[in-house]
């Protein structure tokens, strides 16, 4: 719309501010979401090599030392 050289008619421009506001809605309502429940991810240690699953449960024995 914004490419031609016709002048913008104003229907077409509040009809793109209508859009642009309901756009701004929906992503606002999802970042509100995300952020009231942290994502928790559960990785299953199997696949990760062997000398990297030691030094992770090396980490938390010093952390639960602690």
């Given at each position: 719309m914004l490419k031609d050289e016709k002048?913008?008619?104003?229907d077409d421009?509040?009809?793109?501010?209508?859009?642009?506001q309901h756009?701004?809605?929906e992503t606002t309502d999802q970042m509100s979401k995300r952020e009231d429940k942290?994502?928790?991810t559960n990785i299953?240690?199997?696949r990760l090599p062997p000398a990297y699953r030691g030094?992770?449960?090396k980490y938390f024995?010093?952390?639960?030392?602690k």
């Open positions: 002048p913008l008619d104003a421009l509040k009809s793109l501010i209508s859009e642009l756009f701004s809605v942290p994502e928790v299953d240690p199997t030094r992770i449960t024995q010093r952390l639960s030392e």
